[in-house]
Each structure stands twice: as C-alpha cells, then as structure tokens.
C-alpha cells in the first residue's frame, strides 16, 4: 500500500532510497543494496550522489523514495463527515492540534484504519515537512532520476508479506530504532504498535537473551494478537515474520515459537547475505510491484 505524496508512472528501471537521519540505503532493480553513513539529513545529496555512482544509475531509472520514521509524523483519527470529493482537503485539519507545524507547511496523506464492530471509521493520516518533499526532488533533480514516489517505511516494509485473508505479523526494526509490531490482512496494515521498551533486540549479544527478556515480549505480542480476534474482530494472526537486525535472529525465533501459538519464521529475503541485514528491508521492499498501490 502506498501513500500519494507523490506518484507519477514511467517505462523507465525502478530503484529505491531509504533515507533515515543516520544512513542512506539504495537499492536497484536487481535487488542489489548499497549504503553509506550520513550524520544529518544535510548529507542526503551527497550520500545519494555517491551511491548512484556506485550503481550506475541516472536518466534512465525513476526512484521511490522511503522516508525514516524520524521524517514523518503519523496519527489515527476520526474519519471527517464529509462527501469523498471533499476528503483530501478536510483530513489535514484533522491534526492541526496534534503538530507544531502549520498545516498548509505539511504535505499530508491518509489511509483507512481497521476499526471495531460499531465502532466510528478511523484514518491513519501521515505527513510530512514541505522542504523535506522538496529535497527529495531537488536530489532527484541532480541525479537526473525521476521521482516515481515517495512512501514510509513502515508502509513499505509490508511488502514482502503475502496478501491474503489471514492476518500476518511482521515484528522488524530498523537499525538502532524501535521495534515495531505490523498486522497486514489482505496487503493492508491492520494494526502496528511500537514496541520501544525491547528496542535493544536488535543490538542484544546472544549471552544477552533470557527468558524473563523474551516471556516479557511474547506477552506483549499476545496481546496485541488478542486485540487483533477479540476487538478488531479479524482473523487470528497465523504467521509471525521476523526481520531484525541481528545475527541471532534464528535463537531469537526459537525463544517466541516456545511461548507463541502463531508459526514463528524469519522473513524471507533472499537478496540479503544475513539476518544482520534486515534493516535493508524497506529499500528492498520498495522495489516491489505494490509498494506505491
């Protein structure tokens, strides 16, 4: 599922960027990655400028952008009682409380939230600082890229999951950020949740892990799987993918299989050497054929 910030179709390759505060990810059609490390998001040209030498992109590739969670901001709320044709213009005002940022200073874009039986429809609405949009473009520019569109990770992130009518649960983290929970059915987000007080997963040496550590996360997860059936009123989730960046990411999944009824796998990537690199996730996924749909 994607976001409309931007979106335009060509005949031309499709690669991908994901931008975070402290790394730049580039991905081509190939499914091939690179990276560089970047200090402030002042760096981005540059980074983006080395990495698509190193690729040997230019003129002839569109890109899809994927902003870091630092980049965006995102609230669910209520669904304004307004006619469809009028929607994209009321929706932004929805959050004029919950930002610093003048409204009109915020690109904004919305996707329709599950919500329980009886209850008001929801929207999850993102947005976005106008001059970071506006950056994309002008790296874009000087790179002689095309800007196919420009979507969040966690949106993107989904888009290795199977779309069908069971809900799946992918538990994934970016490299030094928080873990998140998200429960797809039928390729659209569900549910998510942070879970920041396990943040450490990724980081965590194997003589680190103990039961107390991984009873505390099951819990957490049990839960959310209950408020998934029990209040959602969805089909229970029957899969758990796990991409986290960490080599022990196969103990890890023994560790919650023991505690979980749902199947417990690793997420499969066949275009990363190791589970060290699931942070690559979001460029990667961005290359595929629904991340902007």
Request: contains cysteine; aromatic residues 8%; negative net charge.
């Amino acid at each position: 599922m994607g976001l409309a910030f931007w979106r335009r179709n060509t005949a031309k390759t499709r690669c991908s960027a994901y931008l975070r505060s402290d790394l730049v990810v580039l991905a081509d059609h190939q499914q091939q990655t690179f990276e560089k490390s970047v200090s402030s998001i002042e760096q981005w040209p540059e980074a983006l400028a080395s990495l698509c030498k190193e690729a040997q992109l230019g003129a002839d590739h569109q890109i899809v952008f994927v902003l870091g969670n630092a980049h965006y901001q995102q609230f669910q709320v209520e669904k304004p009682k307004v006619a469809d044709e009028e929607l994209a213009g009321a929706v932004p005002w929805t959050i004029k409380d919950m930002v610093a940022e003048q409204v009109l200073d915020l690109a904004v874009d919305y996707y329709e939230a599950p919500a329980a039986p009886m209850a008001s429809e929801k929207l999850n609405v993102v947005c976005v600082r106008k001059p970071i949009i506006q950056q994309l473009v002008n790296m874009a520019n000087q790179q002689d890229l095309t800007i196919e569109g420009i979507t969040i990770e966690s949106l993107a992130a989904i888009n290795f999951l199977e779309a069908n009518e069971r809900c799946q649960m992918l538990l994934w983290q970016p490299k030094g950020g928080d873990l998140e929970l998200i429960v797809v059915r039928q390729g659209q987000v569900s549910f998510t949740r942070q879970l920041r007080a396990f943040s450490a997963l990724g980081q965590m040496q194997e003589i680190e892990f103990t039961q107390s550590f991984f009873d505390s996360l099951s819990l957490e997860l049990q839960r959310s799987i209950d408020y998934i059936s029990a209040t959602l009123k969805l089909p229970e989730v029957s899969v758990i993918q796990l991409a986290i960046p960490s080599r022990f990411c196969d103990e890890i999944a023994r560790q919650l299989q023991q505690n979980l009824t749902p199947k417990v796998n690793l997420l499969e990537l066949s275009s990363i050497e190791s589970s060290e690199y699931y942070y690559h996730l979001p460029a990667l996924a961005a290359l595929q054929e629904g991340v902007l749909s």
